[in-house]
Protein backbone atom coordinates (compact mmCIF):
# COMPACT_ATOMS: atom_id res chain seq x y z
CA UNK A 1 0.00 0.00 0.00
CA UNK A 2 1.60 3.53 -0.96
CA UNK A 3 2.84 5.70 1.51
CA UNK A 4 0.17 9.03 2.10
CA UNK A 5 1.39 12.20 3.87
CA UNK A 6 -0.73 14.73 5.72
CA UNK A 7 -0.40 17.96 3.89
CA UNK A 8 -3.09 20.73 5.64
CA UNK A 9 -5.18 18.02 7.12
CA UNK A 10 -5.41 16.77 3.82
CA UNK A 11 -4.22 12.93 3.18
CA UNK A 12 -1.76 13.08 -0.23
CA UNK A 13 0.55 10.75 -1.75
CA UNK A 14 4.22 11.36 -1.62
CA UNK A 15 4.24 12.37 -5.58
CA UNK A 16 1.61 14.65 -5.29
CA UNK A 17 3.61 16.60 -2.14
CA UNK A 18 6.38 17.26 -4.73
CA UNK A 19 4.94 18.24 -7.31
CA UNK A 20 2.67 20.54 -5.04
CA UNK A 21 6.45 21.83 -3.76
CA UNK A 22 7.49 22.14 -7.54
CA UNK A 23 4.87 24.47 -8.35
CA UNK A 24 5.25 26.65 -5.40
CA UNK A 25 8.91 27.42 -6.05
CA UNK A 26 8.01 27.85 -9.78
CA UNK A 27 6.16 30.76 -8.53
CA UNK A 28 8.59 31.72 -5.95
CA UNK A 29 10.95 32.05 -8.96
CA UNK A 30 8.86 33.80 -11.43
CA UNK A 31 6.88 36.08 -9.23
CA UNK A 32 8.95 38.76 -9.52
CA UNK A 33 9.69 38.22 -13.03
CA UNK A 34 6.00 38.82 -13.87
CA UNK A 35 5.88 41.68 -11.43
CA UNK A 36 8.97 43.29 -13.15
CA UNK A 37 7.46 42.80 -16.47
CA UNK A 38 3.96 44.14 -15.34
CA UNK A 39 5.55 47.14 -13.69
CA UNK A 40 7.65 48.13 -16.96
CA UNK A 41 4.73 47.46 -18.69
CA UNK A 42 2.60 49.79 -16.64
CA UNK A 43 5.59 52.69 -16.84
CA UNK A 44 5.68 52.39 -20.39
CA UNK A 45 2.23 52.28 -21.51
CA UNK A 46 1.19 55.04 -19.05
CA UNK A 47 4.11 57.25 -19.64
CA UNK A 48 5.23 57.94 -16.53
CA UNK A 49 8.37 58.64 -15.06
CA UNK A 50 9.83 55.28 -13.58
CA UNK A 51 10.76 55.07 -9.83
CA UNK A 52 14.03 56.39 -8.39
CA UNK A 53 14.45 59.21 -10.57
CA UNK A 54 14.89 62.49 -8.65
CA UNK A 55 16.32 66.04 -9.55
CA UNK A 56 17.94 67.48 -6.75
CA UNK A 57 15.81 66.87 -3.78
CA UNK A 58 12.66 66.69 -5.94
CA UNK A 59 11.52 62.95 -6.33
CA UNK A 60 9.84 62.27 -9.88
CA UNK A 61 8.88 58.59 -10.19
CA UNK A 62 5.52 58.01 -11.24
CA UNK A 63 4.77 60.90 -12.42
CA UNK A 64 3.83 61.84 -16.04
CA UNK A 65 6.01 64.96 -17.76
CA UNK A 66 2.93 67.21 -16.72
CA UNK A 67 3.35 66.64 -13.18
CA UNK A 68 6.61 66.58 -12.93
CA UNK A 69 6.61 69.76 -14.70
CA UNK A 70 4.35 71.61 -12.28
CA UNK A 71 6.23 69.80 -9.12
CA UNK A 72 10.19 70.61 -10.95
CA UNK A 73 9.18 74.72 -10.87
CA UNK A 74 7.69 74.24 -7.57
CA UNK A 75 11.01 72.67 -5.85
CA UNK A 76 13.51 74.26 -8.19
CA UNK A 77 11.82 78.14 -8.69
CA UNK A 78 9.86 78.84 -5.80
CA UNK A 79 10.56 77.19 -2.37
CA UNK A 80 13.94 76.57 -3.34
CA UNK A 81 17.02 79.44 -1.43
CA UNK A 82 20.28 79.88 -2.46
CA UNK A 83 22.02 80.78 0.18
CA UNK A 84 24.58 84.03 -0.55
CA UNK A 85 27.44 84.64 1.67
CA UNK A 86 30.33 87.10 2.53
CA UNK A 87 31.15 85.48 5.36
CA UNK A 88 30.17 87.96 7.48
CA UNK A 89 26.12 88.28 6.70
CA UNK A 90 24.20 85.77 4.67
CA UNK A 91 21.45 86.46 2.61
CA UNK A 92 18.83 83.90 1.46
CA UNK A 93 17.94 84.35 -2.25
CA UNK A 94 15.70 82.59 -4.90
CA UNK A 95 17.41 80.71 -7.64
CA UNK A 96 15.96 83.38 -10.36
CA UNK A 97 16.68 86.12 -8.30
CA UNK A 98 20.61 84.97 -8.53
CA UNK A 99 19.27 84.50 -12.76
CA UNK A 100 19.03 81.20 -12.53
CA UNK A 101 15.80 79.25 -13.53
CA UNK A 102 14.92 75.91 -14.00
CA UNK A 103 13.29 74.93 -17.33
CA UNK A 104 10.76 72.62 -15.32
CA UNK A 105 9.14 70.97 -18.91
CA UNK A 106 12.59 70.44 -20.16
CA UNK A 107 14.29 68.64 -16.90
CA UNK A 108 10.95 66.65 -16.63
CA UNK A 109 11.63 65.54 -20.24
CA UNK A 110 14.88 64.49 -19.17
CA UNK A 111 13.89 62.89 -16.15
CA UNK A 112 11.28 60.67 -18.51
CA UNK A 113 14.44 59.74 -21.09
CA UNK A 114 15.20 57.49 -18.20
CA UNK A 115 13.87 53.95 -19.08
CA UNK A 116 12.02 55.50 -21.96
CA UNK A 117 12.68 55.53 -25.98
CA UNK A 118 15.10 52.97 -26.40
CA UNK A 119 16.00 49.50 -26.91
CA UNK A 120 14.35 47.09 -24.55
CA UNK A 121 17.56 45.84 -22.93
CA UNK A 122 18.42 49.53 -22.08
CA UNK A 123 15.35 50.29 -20.90
CA UNK A 124 14.96 47.22 -18.68
CA UNK A 125 18.35 47.99 -17.02
CA UNK A 126 17.71 51.39 -16.21
CA UNK A 127 14.67 50.72 -14.48
CA UNK A 128 16.29 47.86 -12.43
CA UNK A 129 18.83 50.73 -11.70
CA UNK A 130 16.67 53.41 -11.29
CA UNK A 131 14.41 51.33 -9.04
CA UNK A 132 17.41 49.96 -7.05
CA UNK A 133 20.02 53.03 -6.23
CA UNK A 134 18.31 55.80 -7.77
CA UNK A 135 19.02 58.15 -10.63
CA UNK A 136 19.86 61.79 -10.65
CA UNK A 137 18.53 63.82 -12.92
CA UNK A 138 20.86 67.43 -13.05
CA UNK A 139 18.03 70.41 -13.91
CA UNK A 140 17.83 71.79 -16.87
CA UNK A 141 18.15 76.21 -16.37
CA UNK A 142 18.18 79.46 -17.63
CA UNK A 143 21.18 81.73 -16.44
CA UNK A 144 20.36 85.59 -16.74
CA UNK A 145 23.71 87.54 -16.05
CA UNK A 146 21.97 90.84 -15.95
CA UNK A 147 19.39 89.73 -13.36
CA UNK A 148 22.40 88.37 -11.33
CA UNK A 149 24.05 91.52 -11.64
CA UNK A 150 21.16 93.76 -10.39
CA UNK A 151 20.55 91.55 -7.26
CA UNK A 152 24.44 91.07 -6.07
CA UNK A 153 24.82 94.86 -6.79
CA UNK A 154 21.66 95.95 -4.51
CA UNK A 155 23.23 93.57 -1.99
CA UNK A 156 26.96 95.27 -1.97
CA UNK A 157 25.62 98.51 0.29
CA UNK A 158 25.06 95.85 2.70
CA UNK A 159 28.61 94.11 2.12
CA UNK A 160 31.61 97.12 2.41
CA UNK A 161 33.09 98.00 5.84
CA UNK A 162 34.82 101.11 6.22
CA UNK A 163 38.50 100.59 7.12
CA UNK A 164 38.90 102.02 10.81
CA UNK A 165 41.83 104.60 10.75
CA UNK A 166 44.40 104.15 13.38
CA UNK A 167 43.22 106.64 16.42
CA UNK A 168 43.58 107.37 20.04
CA UNK A 169 41.92 106.26 22.86
CA UNK A 170 41.59 107.19 26.66
CA UNK A 171 42.87 104.12 29.16
CA UNK A 172 42.42 105.19 32.77
CA UNK A 173 44.01 109.15 32.84
CA UNK A 174 46.64 108.07 29.75
CA UNK A 175 46.09 108.18 26.32
CA UNK A 176 46.79 104.99 24.19
CA UNK A 177 47.57 104.25 19.50
CA UNK A 178 44.93 102.24 18.65
CA UNK A 179 45.75 100.44 15.13
CA UNK A 180 43.72 101.05 12.44
CA UNK A 181 41.64 98.32 10.88
CA UNK A 182 41.23 96.70 7.44
CA UNK A 183 37.91 97.21 6.04
CA UNK A 184 36.73 95.69 2.63
CA UNK A 185 34.29 95.96 -0.27
CA UNK A 186 32.33 94.44 -2.02
CA UNK A 187 34.29 92.85 -5.69
CA UNK A 188 31.59 92.61 -8.08
CA UNK A 189 32.84 92.03 -11.21
CA UNK A 190 35.19 88.71 -9.64
CA UNK A 191 31.72 87.42 -7.88
CA UNK A 192 30.15 87.60 -11.02
CA UNK A 193 32.89 86.22 -13.33
CA UNK A 194 32.93 83.35 -10.94
CA UNK A 195 29.03 82.74 -10.76
CA UNK A 196 29.21 83.17 -14.53
CA UNK A 197 31.76 80.33 -14.86
CA UNK A 198 29.75 77.74 -13.22
CA UNK A 199 26.44 78.65 -12.45
CA UNK A 200 25.33 74.89 -12.15
CA UNK A 201 27.47 74.51 -8.99
CA UNK A 202 25.78 77.51 -7.18
CA UNK A 203 22.15 76.22 -8.37
CA UNK A 204 23.02 72.62 -7.51
CA UNK A 205 24.57 73.34 -4.39
CA UNK A 206 22.33 75.90 -3.08
CA UNK A 207 25.47 78.19 -1.44
CA UNK A 208 27.40 81.40 -3.23
CA UNK A 209 29.81 83.29 -1.73
CA UNK A 210 30.71 86.52 -3.02
CA UNK A 211 34.29 88.14 -3.70
CA UNK A 212 35.29 90.84 -1.47
CA UNK A 213 38.26 93.36 -1.70
CA UNK A 214 40.16 94.61 1.51
CA UNK A 215 40.26 98.50 2.08
CA UNK A 216 43.66 99.76 3.89
CA UNK A 217 43.01 102.47 6.32
CA UNK A 218 44.53 106.17 5.54
CA UNK A 219 46.13 106.80 8.86
CA UNK A 220 48.24 104.40 10.56
CA UNK A 221 50.29 106.08 12.33
CA UNK A 222 49.00 108.54 15.11
CA UNK A 223 52.23 109.44 16.91
CA UNK A 224 51.65 113.06 16.34
CA UNK A 225 48.35 113.20 17.69
CA UNK A 226 48.95 110.61 20.13
CA UNK A 227 51.44 113.60 21.33
CA UNK A 228 49.20 116.69 21.42
CA UNK A 229 46.41 115.01 23.27
CA UNK A 230 49.21 113.65 26.15
CA UNK A 231 50.22 117.14 26.38
CA UNK A 232 46.77 118.42 26.89
CA UNK A 233 46.84 116.04 29.94
CA UNK A 234 50.26 116.58 31.14
CA UNK A 235 49.33 120.58 30.95
CA UNK A 236 46.45 120.89 32.67
CA UNK A 237 43.56 122.66 32.67
CA UNK A 238 41.87 125.19 34.91
CA UNK A 239 38.19 126.42 34.45
CA UNK A 240 37.62 130.04 36.08
CA UNK A 241 34.23 131.74 36.48
CA UNK A 242 33.77 135.20 36.64
CA UNK A 243 30.23 136.83 38.36
CA UNK A 244 30.61 140.40 37.40
CA UNK A 245 27.56 140.95 39.53
CA UNK A 246 29.35 140.30 42.92
CA UNK A 247 32.91 140.53 41.43
CA UNK A 248 33.77 137.06 42.63
CA UNK A 249 36.11 134.51 40.91
CA UNK A 250 35.91 130.60 41.33
CA UNK A 251 38.45 127.85 39.99
CA UNK A 252 38.23 124.60 39.21
CA UNK A 253 41.21 122.14 38.72
CA UNK A 254 39.76 119.71 36.26
CA UNK A 255 40.87 116.39 37.18
CA UNK A 256 43.03 114.68 34.84
CA UNK A 257 40.91 111.18 33.67
CA UNK A 258 38.19 114.34 33.34
CA UNK A 259 40.24 116.27 31.02
CA UNK A 260 40.83 113.15 28.87
CA UNK A 261 37.15 112.34 28.45
CA UNK A 262 36.76 115.66 27.07
CA UNK A 263 39.28 114.92 24.03
CA UNK A 264 37.71 112.94 21.08
CA UNK A 265 39.02 112.58 17.83
CA UNK A 266 37.62 113.20 14.70
CA UNK A 267 38.45 111.96 11.11
CA UNK A 268 38.71 114.76 8.16
CA UNK A 269 39.99 114.53 4.65
CA UNK A 270 43.04 115.88 6.19
CA UNK A 271 43.08 113.04 8.77
CA UNK A 272 42.31 112.87 12.41
CA UNK A 273 42.12 115.74 14.64
CA UNK A 274 41.46 116.57 18.27
CA UNK A 275 38.04 118.13 18.79
CA UNK A 276 36.34 118.49 22.15
CA UNK A 277 33.08 116.62 23.10
CA UNK A 278 30.38 119.61 24.35
CA UNK A 279 28.26 117.07 25.88
CA UNK A 280 30.73 115.65 27.89
CA UNK A 281 31.95 119.16 28.88
CA UNK A 282 28.56 120.35 29.44
CA UNK A 283 27.60 117.94 31.67
CA UNK A 284 31.32 118.34 33.77
CA UNK A 285 30.49 121.69 34.23
CA UNK A 286 26.89 122.19 35.03
CA UNK A 287 28.10 120.47 38.05
CA UNK A 288 29.15 124.20 39.62
CA UNK A 289 26.15 125.36 39.16
CA UNK A 290 25.02 124.86 42.79
CA UNK A 291 28.19 126.17 44.07
CA UNK A 292 27.50 129.57 42.37
CA UNK A 293 24.12 130.98 44.27
CA UNK A 294 20.30 130.02 43.89
CA UNK A 295 19.85 131.98 40.78
CA UNK A 296 23.34 131.82 39.19
CA UNK A 297 24.46 129.52 36.47
CA UNK A 298 27.70 129.15 34.22
CA UNK A 299 27.40 130.43 30.55
CA UNK A 300 28.89 127.85 28.37
CA UNK A 301 27.85 128.78 25.30
CA UNK A 302 29.92 131.91 24.45
CA UNK A 303 33.46 129.98 25.51
CA UNK A 304 32.77 126.48 24.52
CA UNK A 305 33.76 127.71 21.11
CA UNK A 306 37.12 128.73 21.80
CA UNK A 307 37.59 126.00 24.27
CA UNK A 308 40.19 124.34 22.14
CA UNK A 309 42.32 127.14 21.88
CA UNK A 310 42.33 127.54 25.38
CA UNK A 311 43.42 124.13 25.96
CA UNK A 312 46.17 123.83 23.65
CA UNK A 313 47.61 127.55 24.73
CA UNK A 314 46.69 129.41 27.87
CA UNK A 315 45.63 126.01 29.51
CA UNK A 316 42.72 128.00 31.51
CA UNK A 317 39.38 129.60 30.42
CA UNK A 318 36.81 132.07 31.60
CA UNK A 319 33.22 131.52 32.25
CA UNK A 320 31.17 134.34 32.97
CA UNK A 321 28.65 133.79 35.45
CA UNK A 322 24.55 134.21 34.40
CA UNK A 323 21.79 134.83 36.53
CA UNK A 324 18.10 133.89 36.49
CA UNK A 325 15.24 136.40 36.79
CA UNK A 326 14.13 136.30 40.78
CA UNK A 327 11.31 137.65 42.92
CA UNK A 328 10.93 140.00 45.27
CA UNK A 329 8.16 140.40 47.84
CA UNK A 330 6.77 143.97 48.70
CA UNK A 331 6.93 145.09 52.26
CA UNK A 332 4.40 147.50 53.97
CA UNK A 333 5.39 150.87 53.13
CA UNK A 334 7.23 149.82 50.19
CA UNK A 335 7.47 151.71 46.99
CA UNK A 336 8.43 150.78 43.85
CA UNK A 337 11.14 153.52 43.22
CA UNK A 338 12.53 152.44 47.38
CA UNK A 339 12.72 148.85 45.64
CA UNK A 340 14.31 149.45 42.48
CA UNK A 341 16.91 151.72 44.45
CA UNK A 342 17.55 148.73 46.84
CA UNK A 343 18.03 146.05 44.18
CA UNK A 344 19.95 147.96 41.47
CA UNK A 345 17.30 147.51 38.89
CA UNK A 346 16.14 150.67 37.03
CA UNK A 347 12.46 151.46 37.82
CA UNK A 348 11.16 151.09 33.98
CA UNK A 349 12.58 147.67 34.03
CA UNK A 350 10.65 146.32 36.47
CA UNK A 351 7.42 148.00 35.27
CA UNK A 352 8.10 146.38 32.26
CA UNK A 353 8.55 142.74 33.61
CA UNK A 354 5.38 143.31 35.61
CA UNK A 355 2.89 144.45 33.33
CA UNK A 356 -0.15 145.74 34.72
CA UNK A 357 1.04 146.53 38.04
CA UNK A 358 -0.06 150.02 39.65
CA UNK A 359 3.60 151.61 40.26
CA UNK A 360 2.03 154.05 42.76
CA UNK A 361 0.16 151.40 44.67
CA UNK A 362 2.08 148.64 45.91
CA UNK A 363 0.51 146.00 48.20
CA UNK A 364 2.22 144.36 50.37
CA UNK A 365 3.24 140.54 50.15
CA UNK A 366 2.80 141.52 46.26
CA UNK A 367 5.21 139.47 44.76
CA UNK A 368 7.36 141.35 41.77
CA UNK A 369 9.45 139.47 38.76
CA UNK A 370 12.79 141.06 38.99
CA UNK A 371 14.38 141.04 35.72
CA UNK A 372 18.02 139.14 35.37
CA UNK A 373 20.49 141.49 36.33
CA UNK A 374 22.18 140.20 33.13
CA UNK A 375 19.94 142.54 30.98
CA UNK A 376 22.07 145.28 32.96
CA UNK A 377 25.04 143.69 30.58
CA UNK A 378 24.15 143.36 27.10
CA UNK A 379 27.76 143.33 25.90
CA UNK A 380 30.39 140.12 26.35
CA UNK A 381 31.94 141.20 29.58
CA UNK A 382 35.44 142.38 30.18
CA UNK A 383 36.67 140.46 33.45
CA UNK A 384 39.85 142.26 33.86
CA UNK A 385 38.57 146.16 34.21
CA UNK A 386 36.29 147.04 36.54
CA UNK A 387 34.92 150.57 37.53
CA UNK A 388 33.91 151.30 40.80
CA UNK A 389 31.79 154.28 42.13
CA UNK A 390 30.41 155.24 45.35
CA UNK A 391 27.38 157.39 46.03
CA UNK A 392 28.01 158.37 49.22
CA UNK A 393 31.60 159.15 48.58
CA UNK A 394 31.35 160.59 45.60
CA UNK A 395 34.49 158.62 44.39
CA UNK A 396 35.52 156.21 41.25
CA UNK A 397 38.04 153.70 41.23
CA UNK A 398 39.19 152.07 37.98
CA UNK A 399 40.77 148.66 38.95
CA UNK A 400 42.50 146.03 36.10
CA UNK A 401 43.53 142.86 37.07
CA UNK A 402 42.31 142.95 41.19
CA UNK A 403 44.78 145.96 40.67
CA UNK A 404 43.79 149.65 41.80
CA UNK A 405 44.96 151.83 38.15
CA UNK A 406 43.53 155.44 39.05
CA UNK A 407 40.54 157.02 41.17
CA UNK A 408 38.65 159.93 41.08
CA UNK A 409 36.76 162.52 43.00
CA UNK A 410 33.07 162.71 40.92
CA UNK A 411 29.79 164.43 40.93
CA UNK A 412 26.40 161.90 40.75
CA UNK A 413 23.02 162.72 40.05
CA UNK A 414 21.06 165.14 42.59
CA UNK A 415 18.21 164.44 44.91
CA UNK A 416 15.41 165.16 42.20
CA UNK A 417 17.98 163.34 39.34
CA UNK A 418 19.84 160.78 40.93
CA UNK A 419 22.04 158.19 39.88
CA UNK A 420 20.94 154.07 40.28
CA UNK A 421 22.70 151.90 42.19
CA UNK A 422 23.52 148.82 40.41
CA UNK A 423 26.07 146.94 38.33
CA UNK A 424 26.18 147.89 34.53
CA UNK A 425 28.11 148.44 31.67
CA UNK A 426 29.83 150.58 29.21
CA UNK A 427 28.08 150.10 26.22
CA UNK A 428 28.65 153.30 23.99
CA UNK A 429 31.64 155.97 23.48
CA UNK A 430 30.52 159.43 22.14
CA UNK A 431 33.24 161.88 22.36
CA UNK A 432 31.30 164.89 22.66
CA UNK A 433 27.51 163.69 23.36
CA UNK A 434 24.85 166.21 23.45
CA UNK A 435 21.89 166.47 25.78
CA UNK A 436 19.38 168.19 24.04
CA UNK A 437 16.92 168.64 27.06
CA UNK A 438 19.37 170.71 28.96
CA UNK A 439 21.48 171.86 26.04
CA UNK A 440 24.75 170.18 27.41
CA UNK A 441 27.56 168.88 25.71
CA UNK A 442 29.23 166.18 27.86
CA UNK A 443 33.03 165.48 26.50
CA UNK A 444 34.36 161.81 26.55
CA UNK A 445 30.59 160.08 27.57
CA UNK A 446 30.74 156.17 28.24
CA UNK A 447 27.27 155.35 28.43
CA UNK A 448 26.28 152.56 31.18
CA UNK A 449 22.56 152.19 31.65
CA UNK A 450 19.01 153.43 30.81
CA UNK A 451 17.19 155.81 33.24
CA UNK A 452 14.57 155.07 30.60
CA UNK A 453 14.11 153.33 27.86
CA UNK A 454 16.39 155.01 25.05
CA UNK A 455 17.51 157.74 27.60
CA UNK A 456 20.68 156.58 28.06
CA UNK A 457 22.99 158.09 31.72
CA UNK A 458 26.58 157.24 31.53
CA UNK A 459 30.03 158.97 32.71
CA UNK A 460 31.64 162.04 31.46
CA UNK A 461 33.67 164.77 32.04
CA UNK A 462 32.47 168.73 32.84
CA UNK A 463 29.73 169.65 30.59
CA UNK A 464 29.68 172.58 28.49
CA UNK A 465 26.36 174.71 27.54
CA UNK A 466 26.06 175.21 24.02
CA UNK A 467 26.87 179.57 24.84
CA UNK A 468 30.39 177.49 26.08
CA UNK A 469 29.82 178.06 29.90
CA UNK A 470 31.93 174.94 31.79
CA UNK A 471 29.89 173.83 34.10
CA UNK A 472 30.15 172.34 37.53
CA UNK A 473 34.34 172.45 37.57
CA UNK A 474 33.79 173.93 41.70
CA UNK A 475 31.46 171.07 43.37
CA UNK A 476 32.94 168.33 42.18
CA UNK A 477 32.65 165.84 45.15
CA UNK A 478 29.52 166.77 45.54
CA UNK A 479 25.97 165.63 44.06
CA UNK A 480 25.06 168.16 40.64
CA UNK A 481 24.03 166.40 38.01
CA UNK A 482 20.81 164.82 36.38
CA UNK A 483 22.07 161.49 37.00
CA UNK A 484 25.49 161.03 34.92
CA UNK A 485 28.73 160.67 36.53
CA UNK A 486 30.54 163.65 36.17
CA UNK A 487 34.29 163.55 36.48
CA UNK A 488 37.44 166.78 35.65
CA UNK A 489 37.77 166.67 31.65
CA UNK A 490 41.57 164.73 31.91
CA UNK A 491 39.98 162.15 34.05
CA UNK A 492 36.93 161.98 31.64
CA UNK A 493 39.59 161.48 28.58
CA UNK A 494 41.60 159.02 30.49
CA UNK A 495 39.11 156.69 31.45
CA UNK A 496 37.10 157.15 27.92
CA UNK A 497 40.20 155.63 26.89
CA UNK A 498 41.12 152.94 28.91
CA UNK A 499 38.19 151.84 29.58
CA UNK A 500 36.22 150.07 26.24
CA UNK A 501 32.81 148.75 25.83
CA UNK A 502 32.48 145.95 27.66
CA UNK A 503 34.15 147.02 30.93
CA UNK A 504 31.36 146.26 34.20
CA UNK A 505 30.59 149.98 35.79
CA UNK A 506 29.63 148.88 39.75
CA UNK A 507 27.63 151.65 41.34
CA UNK A 508 27.12 151.52 44.95
CA UNK A 509 25.02 154.00 47.04
Given amino acids: MPHRRTLSGFAISEQEA ?51 AIRLHSGWNLARKITVTDGYHTWQVT ?30 QQMIHSADQGWGIAPVYRF ?33 AVPGELGFTFNLDDSMKRLTSDPQSVLLGSYFKVS ?58 QGPQLNLDEAQITQYLNRFDGELGADAYLDLGS ?16 LI ?23 GMPYWRIIQANPGINPDALLAGQVLTIPSKDDLLPLPVDPHKRIVLSLS ?48 YMPNFLGIYEAWPGFMNGIHGLPMLSN ?25 KWLYQWAENGVVVEIRG
Avoid at 308 to 313: A, C, D, H, M, V
Avoid at 321 to 343: C, D, F, M, R, S
Avoid at 473 to 490: F, K, Q, V
Wanted: charge should be negative; charged fraction near 15%.
Fill in 212 to 269: LMPVSPRITDVSSLLQKAQAVLDDGFTVKAYDPISNVWKDWKVPRGELGKWIQVTHTD
Fill in 321 to 343: VKHHPTHYTVQAGETLIKIAWNI
Fill in 468 to 492: GQRLWANILGHPASYGCIILDLNAA
Fill in 95 to 124: PSELGLEVDPVATARQAYSIAHGQDLVSEV
Fill in 303 to 318: ALGNLGESLRTTHEVT
Fill in 144 to 176: DAYRARATLLGLSGQVSRAALDASIRLQGDQFV
Fill in 393 to 440: QQHLWAYQDGQLVSDHVISTGIDRSPTQPGVFQVQTHEANAYASIWDL
Fill in 18 to 68: RLFLAVCLFLVLVSPLILGVAGFGYFQISQRIVPGVYSGDVSLGGLNVTQA
